[in-house]
């Protein structure tokens, strides 16, 4: 089973800041079978991006995916106030996927 | 509009079973796997279960396996998970999701709004 390991826990910023966030892998993810959910309060995941860089239907270009192999990276490039919330990164492509433990992006 | 309905969550005692059961519409279900993911109170995701399009392969956790079954009724649109042998660590909001792709990838690309279940005396 790979392990992603999500960091850092939580991330304080401001509106207008950048964000990264970084996802990394027990072992290689094959062929970048990995994505980004956000959580908001008292509602379901949401697909940000899969295939570590594709953005899913709707996703605003402030997002980004990087990485390969065993480091991922989520990057926001100005923080929205919609966009404080929990980030989970994911790796699919096989029988069983499994989510790192998340990052709380909390406003500064 | 892709929609999943999760329903059958209640409060249940240690060693008791339940079903949950989710509704979907808005989409060609027979097309797709389906997925249940898990949300403990304040804590993560956890993946549970996946079925195929047409129910003959379905994979479990490790926490899981041996007590939960998934099945689906693709005649009624609907999917569904049995919990048998319930513990205190079941507790959780049992979230219904779509694979994105026609496969198994484990992509979920559509979620539900999560039905909970309580396992407590």
């Known amino acids: 089973e790979i392990v992603l390991t999500q960091s850092p826990g939580t991330l304080s910023l401001s509106p207008g800041e950048r964000a990264t966030l970084s996802c990394r892998a027990s072992?290689?993810?094959?062929?970048?079978?990995l994505a980004w959910y956000q959580q908001k309060p008292g509602q379901a995941p949401r697909l940000l991006i899969y295939?570590?860089?594709s953005r899913a239907t709707g996703i605003p270009d402030r997002f980004s995916g990087s990485g390969s192999g065993t480091d991922f990276t989520l990057t926001i490039s100005r923080l929205e106030p919609e966009d404080f919330a929990v980030y989970y990164c994911q790796q699919y492509g096989s029988s069983r996927c499994s989510f790192g433990q998340g990052t709380k992006l909390e406003i500064k | 509009e892709v929609q999943l309905v999760e329903s059958g969550g209640v409060v249940v005692q240690p060693g008791g079973s339940l079903r949950l059961s989710c509704a979907a519409s808005?989409?060609?279900?027979?097309?797709?796997?389906m997925h249940w993911v898990r949300q403990a109170p304040g804590k993560g995701l956890e993946w549970v279960s996946l079925i195929s399009w047409d129910g003959g392969s379905t994979y479990y956790a490790d926490s899981v396996k041996g007590r939960f079954t998934i099945s689906r009724d693709n005649s009624k649109n609907s999917l569904y998970l049995q919990m048998n042998s319930l513990r205190a660590e079941d507790t959780a909001l049992y979230y219904c999701?779509?694979?994105?792709?026609?496969?198994?990838?484990?992509?979920?690309?559509?979620w539900g709004q999560g039905t909970l279940v309580t396992v407590s005396s």
């Open positions: 808005g989409f060609t279900f027979d097309d797709y796997a």
């Open positions: 072992q290689s993810v094959s062929s970048s079978y």
């Open positions: 999701a779509k694979d994105m792709w026609e496969g198994e990838s484990g992509l979920l690309d559509y």
């Open positions: 295939g570590a860089s």
